[in-house]
């Protein structure tokens, strides 16, 4: 089963330091693997996506993404941290096609910036 | 361009009552995906719709149903409501059966159920 882990709850880091958020997946083939971004009471939003190609993907709002094949991660990454970051973001992975394509996602991690 | 839509944006029924959600995808899009954010079990996959079918389903008791119009909106019920279907439920959109495409999702409708 194409599964992901997000082993950290949170994450807290200071305004203008580099951010991690971790990611790790589980996969049977090619994987498909995507970053969201969730805000209080709102919907997700897309934030980057490795489908093949350059392990380095960059996203929306200065995100990017290093897709590791060895240790089987895709760590979502910011060089530097802004307030307006604090949120909860999902890593997911698409699963294969007997599943429709569907979205299995981790758990969350809260990102919280502070000033 | 428009985003997904969903309606409404809070519901609050009783055990027992029926619900409908609904959901308007991205103009274009064909493939509508339904979620349940349930506090404490994350983001679990329910339903998934292309070109008015349903082609796949989430560990989810038939009570959970749903449809896909000819304009490719989508609703979800709910029967039988319990008082663990409280959560928010997000519609995602994506072009056609593309597994590499992205999906776009709604803000979501928040269902509480006493």
């Known amino acids: 089963a194409q599964s992901v882990a997000q082993p950290e709850d949170q994450v807290n880091v200071a305004e203008g330091n580099p951010l991690t958020v971790k990611c790790t997946y589980s996969?049977?083939?090619?994987?498909?693997l995507f970053w969201y971004v969730q805000y209080p009471n709102r919907g997700l939003q897309f934030l980057l996506k490795?489908?093949?190609?350059?392990?380095l993907v960059k996203g929306s709002y200065g995100f990017e993404a290093e897709f590791n094949k060895s240790q089987t991660s895709f760590h979502l990454k910011k060089p530097s941290a802004l307030v307006s970051d604090s949120a909860l973001y999902f890593c997911?992975?698409?699963?294969?096609?007997?599943?429709?394509?569907?979205?299995?996602f981790g758990k969350g991690t809260s990102l919280l910036v502070t000033p | 361009e428009a985003g997904v839509t969903q309606s409404p944006t809070h519901l609050i029924k009783t055990r027992g009552q029926q619900v409908t959600l609904r959901c308007s995808p991205i103009?274009?899009?064909?493939?509508v995906y339904w979620y349940q954010q349930a506090l404490g079990l994350g983001l679990q996959f329910l339903l998934w719709?292309?070109?008015?079918?349903?082609?796949n389903r989430g560990n989810f008791p038939p009570r959970f149903s749903g449809r896909q119009f000819p304009n490719y909106s989508s609703e979800l019920n709910v029967n039988a409501l319990e008082l663990e279907d409280s959560a928010l439920y997000l519609c995602?959109?994506?072009?056609?059966?593309?597994?590499?495409?992205?999906?776009?999702f709604g803000p979501g409708t928040r269902l509480t159920v006493t």
């Open positions: 490795y489908i093949t190609g350059d392990n």
């Open positions: 996969v049977s083939g090619n994987p498909y």
């Open positions: 995602a959109s994506s072009l056609r059966l593309i597994r590499s495409y992205e999906q776009y």
């Open positions: 719709y292309d070109e008015g079918e349903e082609r």
């Open positions: 997911a992975v698409r699963t294969n096609s007997n599943s429709g394509y569907a979205l299995n």
């Open positions: 103009s274009g899009h064909t493939s």
